[in-house]
C-alpha cells in the first residue's frame, strides 16, 4: 500500500491518510476483502503517531469502507459507497466546484480539469 503525507497540506494527518486510502480503493489497488497492514506498521511507514492511523481506520470503518476485527486487522469492506446517489455524495463535488467558480474559472475550466482528474484516477488503477 503506497501512501504518503505532507507536512504543509492544510488537511490534517488522519484525513491525508483517510483521503489516500480511499483514492487507493477507487482506483482499485485496493480491493474488496484485502487486508490493509497494521496501524503500527502504517504509522512507521509515515513516521507518524499510532493514533492518528488509528482514527483514520475508525473514519474509514464508520464509512462502510473499512471493516476492522480487532486481533485481525483492518480488511477492505467496499469499493461502493452505501449512498451513490444520495446527496451526501454530491456535497464535497458541490463545495469543490464552488471553489473553482469562486477562483473565477470558466465552465468549460472546471470541465476540463474534472475530466484530467478522472481520467488519472482511471489510470491509475486500470481497473475501470
Do not use: W
Amino acid at each position: 500500500m503506497f501512501l504518503a503525507v505532507d507536512a504543509n497540506d492544510k488537511r490534517p494527518l488522519y484525513q491525508q491518510v483517510v483521503d489516500g486510502i480511499k483514492a487507493l480503493i477507487a482506483r482499485g489497488d485496493l480491493r474488496e476483502g484485502m487486508t490493509l497492514p497494521s496501524v503500527r506498521q502504517v504509522a512507521g511507514d509515515l513516521g507518524v503517531n499510532l493514533n492518528t492511523i488509528a482514527a483514520a481506520y475508525r473514519e474509514l470503518q464508520q464509512e462502510g469502507l473499512l471493516a476492522v476485527r480487532h486481533g485481525s486487522g483492518a480488511v477492505v469492506a467496499s469499493r461502493r459507497s452505501r449512498d451513490v446517489d444520495g446527496e451526501e455524495i454530491r456535497k464535497p463535488l458541490r463545495a469543490a466546484l464552488t471553489q473553482m467558480a469562486l477562483a473565477g474559472l470558466s465552465n468549460r475550466e472546471i470541465v476540463d480539469i474534472v475530466r484530467r482528474e478522472l481520467e488519472s484516477l482511471q489510470r491509475k488503477g486500470g481497473s475501470r
